[in-house]
């Protein structure tokens, strides 16, 4: 089965800093990976999703991550964190392309943006 | 912009009670997710329907826990009776892949949850 570990479950930056989130993945198959961002009391938002095109992937917000099969990671990057960013951040993969769809998520970090 | 529609928001229950959460999906999504976020874990999905039929509710305590789409709309998630263990964040996700099935690239859009305490 599919699994993410995320390194940290906190993590600290000062606004301005670079964010850096880890994720790293376990799949015997190619894998489709995720970041999502949760802010709280709220849902879910799709953040940037790696589906086997580009290796850097683009996201919202001035976010973005690199999928790196040798190190078999996808960590999620920001070169500049402002306030608003602090949330909890779930990396997740996609099992394979058996007629649906099934989301495993990490345990999250909880990204800390002091002034 | 449209959004998954979660009702109640939060609810508060005693064990051995009944309770039921409500869940309207993007229109013309025919994919619909369950999921239960335990307080400092990621989600754990629930159940998955494609259209009105369950497609996978292998983590769905059946004991217990129920889930119909009758319509292939909207959604229902009952838990019948409640435990001091099922206090959690209840997710309600859709997705909308080519030709109405699930792919695994597919975009989760999620709504904005129930909070369960169970007293």
């Known amino acids: 089965a599919q699994s993410v570990t995320q390194l940290g479950s906190h993590v600290s930056v000062s606004e301005g800093a670079l964010v850096l989130l880890r994720c790293n993945y376990s799949?015997?198959?190619?894998?489709?990976l995720f970041w999502y961002v949760q802010y709280p009391n709220q849902g879910l938002q799709l953040l940037l999703k790696?589906?086997?095109?580009?290796?850097l992937v683009k996201g919202i917000n001035g976010f973005e991550a690199e999928f790196k099969k040798s190190e078999t990671s996808f960590h999620l990057t920001k070169p500049s964190a402002h306030m608003s960013d602090a949330a909890e951040y779930f990396c997740a993969v996609s099992e394979g392309d058996t007629g649906f769809q099934k989301l495993v998520f990490g345990t999250g970090t909880r990204l800390l943006v002091s002034p | 912009e449209a959004e998954v529609a979660q009702s109640p928001r939060y609810k508060i229950t005693e064990k051995s009670q009944a309770v039921a959460f409500w869940c309207d999906p993007i229109s013309g999504h025919a994919t619909l997710y369950w999921y239960r976020q335990i307080l400092g874990q990621g989600p754990e999905l629930l159940v998955q329907f494609q259209d009105e039929s369950v497609v996978d509710d292998s983590q769905l305590p059946k004991d217990r826990f129920s889930a119909e789409r009758l319509k292939g709309v909207d959604s229902t998630l009952k838990i019948q009776p409640a435990e001091l263990g099922d206090s959690a964040m209840y997710l309600c996700a859709s997705s909308h892949g080519p030709s109405g099935r699930a792919l695994s690239t597919d975009t989760q859009y999620f709504g904005p949850g129930t909070r369960l305490t169970v007293l």
């Open positions: 799949s015997s198959v190619p894998p489709y």
């Open positions: 790696y589906t086997s095109a580009a290796t």
